[in-house]
């Protein structure tokens, strides 16, 4: 998902995150429904003797919520490209920014590859001074698409 920011025509900003389908609520539902139907199994399974089967349900259960969390919180990072007439800022983290990068905009170039295969998303990145930053990593082939359309207008007007 690309959400576009201008800011005083000077600045443009994109917030690259990916989709997510549920929230943390909707996923603790979908958990304790499936804890539900494993505990009552176990529970019926334990009344014809079957009494161990109880804890590896609790570990399936716990299983299932620390997957669900993980998947979640990867979910959540976003990506904040700031472009400007002198500098580009690539910014990754979850809640706030744990990588930032700089680049000076003269210097920088954008790149797309797409493959024929309708299995690949494609790799767009954006380089400087011999280094290559990964952008979009969490978006689909059209996404990725987009934010290259978005980036070389958004750099296009700088030019």
């Not at 299995?119 to 978006?139: I, N, P, Q, T, W």
Request: aromatic content about 8%; hydrophobic content about 45%.
């Amino acid at each position: 998902m690309i959400e576009v920011q201008e800011e005083n025509g000077k600045t443009t900003r994109l917030i690259v995150k990916a989709n997510q389908s549920m929230s943390w609520r909707a996923n603790l539902y979908l958990a304790a429904s499936l804890g539900v139907i494993c505990m009552g199994v176990a529970i019926a399974m334990a009344t014809f003797g079957l009494w161990m089967v109880i804890p590896f349900a609790g570990a399936e259960i716990i299983l299932i919520v620390v997957c669900l969390y993980l998947t979640l919180k990867r979910l959540s990072r976003k990506e904040v490209i700031t472009l400007n007439n002198e500098a580009i800022r690539l910014e990754w983290g979850y809640n706030q920014p744990d990588v930032t990068v700089n680049l000076p905009r003269r210097f920088s170039r954008l790149s797309y590859s797409c493959p024929e295969n309708i299995f690949e998303v494609g790799d767009l990145s954006v380089s400087a001074h011999g280094k290559r930053y990964a952008l979009g990593s969490s978006l689909n082939r059209e996404e990725k698409k987009e934010l290259y359309t978005e980036l070389q207008n958004a750099l296009g007007d700088r030019a």
